[in-house]
């Protein structure tokens, strides 16, 4: 398997590519990333150092690529946060070359836009390109909670209002829709769940939710379910083993009292989790 992961680039800590490349390679997964921007540290810092790239230099890196013939084979475009809408359109001039080449390759967005306690916090630009432009072309989308009811406009909480909307989301074009960070008001105290709809059916998956927030998560998540579906096309499998991947990573984690993620000390994680959570149909 091949993925063209295009993201930000952080040196100290995981965020964007720094958090999906290695679980991704540690799987014996390749990856070819291209960098959005290339920072000291994430921005919840307050204060980093760093280029913005254009999407001038995305293209120029994916040009460079096509030279050598490396869209060829590419199963995966994976992209996340998408700062400019310039940067968003190189992305999907990327889909474009690599699904010429290879109509069975998969795009994977995670449509950050924001969470339910800091609201939306990307630029009106950015907004608009992802619900009206971006959706449309992702054949595998992951949005949180928050994010789901911003793309169709609803206020999901309850498992039903969450497949409701799902099913909107997946009208506009989106096959496969991961939501991450369901907090259902009836589910269980101290846990959090994650759904998955596709073609074949709905399942949810329920796991301990761990008291504190780790930048680059949903990176990590999105990668790893993204190519457990892709190299299986078993949406409960994708599901069970993501779930059981971040838990351990974010255990790992929280236990070392860091504030970035432990992706490198948590690598067997990746392939050989050390818990288990078994996915429930829905439907």
């Known amino acids: 398997m091949k993925v063209l992961s295009i993201q930000s680039s952080v040196a100290y800590g995981h965020v964007g590519n720094s958090a999906a490349v290695f679980p991704l390679q540690r799987m014996g997964i390749e990856v070819m990333p291209v960098f959005t921007v290339h920072f000291s540290n994430h921005t919840g810092y307050g204060a980093w150092r760093g280029p913005l790239l254009s999407g001038t230099d995305v293209r120029e890196v994916v040009t460079g690529i096509e030279e050598r013939g490396g869209l060829d084979d590419v199963d995966i475009v994976l992209s996340g946060y998408q700062g ?9 001039d990327a889909v474009d070359r690599v699904k010429r080449r290879n109509s069975d390759a998969v795009y994977a967005c995670d449509p950050v836009l924001g969470n339910a306690t800091s609201g939306c916090f990307v630029k009106p630009e950015v907004q608009e390109l992802i619900r009206d ?14 994010e789901l009811g911003f793309l169709t406009g609803t206020d999901p909480r309850s498992i039903d209002e969450t497949l409701d909307a799902v099913e ?5 074009g989106p096959r496969t829709v991961l939501v991450t960070s369901v907090e259902r008001p009836d589910r269980p105290a101290d846990t959090i769940e994650m759904l998955a709809v596709g073609e074949d059916g709905a399942w949810v998956v329920q796991t301990p939710h761990l008291p504190f927030h780790a930048n680059g998560s949903g990176d990590v998540t999105a990668a790893l379910f993204s190519a457990h579906f892709r190299r299986t096309g078993d949406l409960s499998f994708a599901l069970e083993r993501s779930a059981a991947s971040v838990y351990g990573l974010l255990k790992n984690t929280l236990e070392s009292g860091q504030r970035e993620l432990q992706l490198v000390e948590s690598q067997e ?10 996915a429930r149909r829905l439907r």
């Open 84 to 92: 400019a809408d310039d940067i968003g359109d190189a992305i999907l």
């Open 133 to 146: 432009r971006v959706v449309p072309h992702a054949d595998l989308l992951t949005p949180n909670q928050f």
């Open 168 to 172: 909107l989301l997946r009208a506009q």
């Open 269 to 278: 994680e990746y392939v050989a989790p050390t818990a288990s959570f078994t």
